[in-house]
């Protein structure tokens, strides 16, 4: 039982290392076997079955140790103010997934990469419990800002999240290694995607988007970025 829980947890640090590097289409589930220093060839398809599943399962063990971050944010604020704010929500909703980032980590890159379509399909069967915290922000962030129309919001919330995993990402590739100025870089990022994000969220909308709203369908497309975390119960 260890033997095989070791190896299931080698596979999946390999895999998230190779995706986040080469992209999840570049790799072969007997690439990720062979780096992962499994004899078995097939070791790989043997515990997760699919590429699809690796993916999720690789996303439901970080996203869980984020969400638990972000929840301890959330449980302090609310303990200061039950209404926390437009800014310490956004704070909240960033800061967690930007404290991964460093010159060795990988997330932040494989959450691009999984973030397109198609692979964000891959995530439909996630555990909603890893991502419970992101809801409770988006809900209060709709409470807060109810004066939007709910598919704008939702649009500037997938908005300010593919800006804030990609942003991310290209900080996470760019790092140097064994810079002590790299801890200044990603926080002073984190703030700027926090204001940007306060930014876009509390900007007026605008009588063109007002009359462009009233006469369409206003259903996100399949293939738009965010959509499992972004829907009547996330967006408003």
Request: include cysteine.
């Amino acid at each position: 039982m260890t033997r095989g829980t070791n190896a299931r947890a080698a596979i999946a640090a390999e895999a998230l290392r190779m995706f986040a590097e080469r992209g999840i289409d570049a790799v072969s589930l007997r690439e990720i076997t062979a780096a992962a220093g499994q004899r078995n060839k097939s070791a790989a398809q043997y515990h997760f079955g699919t590429k699809e599943h690796l993916v999720r399962e690789i996303f439901e063990r970080n996203a869980h140790e984020v969400n638990a971050r972000r929840q301890r944010l959330l449980d302090a604020l609310s303990t200061r103010d039950p209404r926390p704010g437009v800014p310490d929500l956004v704070d909240a909703l960033i800061r967690p997934l930007a404290e991964t980032v460093d010159e060795h980590s990988h997330y932040a890159r494989f959450l691009a990469q999984v973030s397109l379509h198609p692979w964000i399909d891959a995530l439909a069967a996630a555990d909603p419990e890893v991502t419970s915290s992101i809801q409770a922000v988006f809900t209060a962030l709709a409470q807060h800002l109810d004066h939007v129309p709910t598919p704008i919001l939702r649009t500037r919330l997938a908005l300010g999240m593919t800006l804030t995993v990609h942003a991310l990402a290209a900080c996470e590739r760019s790092l140097p290694p064994a810079d002590p100025d790299n801890a200044r870089r990603t926080a002073l990022l984190t703030v700027n995607l926090v204001d940007s994000l306060v930014g876009s969220l509390t900007a007026a909308v605008s009588p063109a988007a007002l009359d462009l709203l009233a006469n369409g369908n206003d259903a996100p497309a399949s293939g738009w970025t965010w959509p499992l975390l972004i829907g009547a119960e996330g967006g408003g």
